[in-house]
């Protein structure tokens, strides 16, 4: 009681704010710095009905005209035989490498030491299928060919994240990422695409997504990132692939008797957004440069590469979260409201995504919101 | 192709439907002898915009007022310290029985042969979890107190399914109940509850769902059988255990970023039917008594326990079909639309479960309809 107290006393008024109130405080904004603006569900849900009209029936256990023709819509944009639409990437990844661990009899796969799998799942690959992980590379940077050949013992599968999020989105050069798909043909890897923002990729690559889909033996795809669906992923392979993966997501309890909400939504979002990630990409350059004019200010990577970055700022945590929610109470403007530790010393972070939301606010805006922050934070 | 035409002209002008027609047939049906009716997503959704009128945020990842709400709510009826909102019943139990084989260090589960674990999820048990069934009992009958003691081999948990669907929604007589808990409980057994149709066994025992519930550690119960939602499930139990199960829930992928869909149609569901289960009791007896009136055919149970029975039609089951659609087409009145192959020769049943819809037919219309369908299936 008396700790507590005396933590508001010491701590400026804004520390006492709870997640629900950091919360309201968002909802209330009327501009964002990130994604499409926050929506409420009986706005989403109205919307979809909207949606639903063509749509006569319900799907079933994944049959029914609304799932298989979405399916056959995202294998057709990812150049491959054939697609599953499952309630999470978490589960489309893990049915991945089991499918082709049980093929390559290997139960080793790879990927980076930041990878979803690794850093996200409670350890699945290992509780659920048994699989252990070669980590390839170093936390800070993508994996590189160099880190592939250190590789001295037998693997199933390699998966590569497109864009890598948690380094800011960054995407390996095409000639890197080509060379890196020979090593893993040329040894017999299976080599799996974590594509969670992969259509926010395209700009960079000025490819098809079937192109660069092309490189991949199987490829994950979300819809509730850059999209802004409600949830859900694809995975896309081989024909026979994706029957077996079929099996394994009625093991994993994702064979839900009805995932129409989801589908629809994706459906919804992808139509009205694919076109989108261009301009996204373009503005994310912008929010960079502006961002990066205040000083004390460090974005990664220095130039977007797809319609993120991560934003580093220097100063005290709560003081910097304080000044954010003040500017959300004061002016309706949502800037982040939560910050991540960072290795660098006085430094947080946070993840910045452009969506629709982004073009609310000008970048001498942006810029003097941060310089505000910033300022408030070394007082 | 000379078989396909071949079949075409030995067959009823009815055998050459497709699935789809069949399901065309019946979304076109104006009264249904099970369930609620059939629904069209854009009605459902139109519906759940105005059930969100109340819920100002989605859920996020398992937490927020909607999802935390309804888990309350749910442990709340089932008197148990808390419960965890997922996405199927597929995942539940597979969670319950893994948490309780790694507490009890044993990987031995026991459930009847015709268990949903055991015929419906792909053995995902053994392939997911590493555990081993030890069936209990036989498939054409209620496990028994006497089948339990011939089990000599240590087990970690035994699961019962309350009422248990593939015979025909079987429940045992409340003391047998007790009884075979005592003996879960004395060898330090877990016993957990599959709840799947749950909801629908309050009349039988005229005992509230809590104090049923009691005689369980764990108990799944399902929100798109009776409750009529989309989809979704909730696992509730003792805090620790909760707790334990969001981690795997997490493994299997089931953490969506957001259910908010799936919460508000079982909210909706369970507030608008809870009450009307003791009234679709009296009604699937009423529809069983008519039934029977009919040659031939045999319903099972005899006197139904639940909402729901097995109704065995004599005679060629593609015949038994034709004619069911054909009354689909011609009358608007959807019987049934597939039928499953019974031990009996020149049986097949099909399963009724009693909605809204069932109130639709007169008992003197379902004995004339049947009547009419099995006549044709001798012609």
């Known amino acids: 009681m008396t700790t507590q107290t005396q933590s508001v006393q010491d701590e400026p008024e804004t520390q006492a704010r709870s997640e629900a109130e950091t919360l309201t405080l968002f909802l209330n904004c009327e501009r964002f710095l990130s994604g499409h603006g926050i929506r409420r569900p009986a706005d989403e849900l109205a919307d979809l009905a909207r949606e639903a009209a063509d749509t006569p029936e319900s799907d079933h256990y994944g049959e029914g005209a609304v799932i298989e023709d979405f399916e056959r819509e995202i294998a057709g944009l990812l150049g491959k035989e054939s697609a599953v639409f499952m309630p999470s990437g978490t589960m489309a990844q893990q049915i991945a490498l089991r499918i082709w661990s049980e093929r390559k009899n290997c139960s080793t796969v790879a990927f980076h030491p930041l990878c979803h799998l690794e850093v996200d799942e409670e350890k699945a690959y ?210 982040f409201r939560g910050l991540w530790p960072t290795e660098l010393p006085g430094y947080t972070k946070f993840e910045l995504a452009v969506g629709e939301a982004t073009f609310s606010l000008t970048d001498e805006e942006i810029a003097g919101y941060f310089a505000r922050i910033v300022a408030s934070s070394h007082k």
Chains 1, 2 share one sequence.
């Open 126 to 335: 290992q509780y659920l299928h048994g699989l252990r992980a070669r980590l390839v590379g170093e936390p800070q940077r993508l994996l590189t060919l160099e880190d592939l050949r250190k590789i001295a013992e037998p693997i199933a599968a390699l998966l590569l994240e497109l864009p890598q999020r948690y380094i800011g989105g960054q995407l390996p050069e095409w000639q890197q990422l080509v060379a890196q798909a020979e090593w893993a043909r040329e040894r017999g890897v299976a080599l799996h695409m974590d594509g969670a923002r992969l259509w926010e990729s395209g700009p960079y690559y000025e490819r098809s997504y079937a192109e660069t889909a092309a490189l991949f033996d199987s490829v994950y795809v979300s819809f509730y990132k850059g999209v802004g669906g409600i949830a859900g992923a694809t995975l896309a392979g081989p024909a026979d692939f994706i029957g077996e993966a079929r099996v394994w997501l009625r093991r994993h309890g994702g064979n839900l008797i009805r995932l129409y909400p989801y589908v629809l939504a994706a459906r919804a979002g992808l139509r009205q957004r694919l076109e989108r990630f261009p301009v996204y990409h373009e503005r994310a350059k912008q929010v960079a440069v502006a961002l990066r004019t205040v000083p004390g200010v460090v974005v990664k990577p220095e130039t977007p590469q797809t319609h993120m970055m991560h934003v580093y700022l220097p100063g005290d945590m709560d003081r910097l979260l304080a000044a954010s929610l003040d500017i959300a109470r004061d002016e309706r403007v949502g800037l």
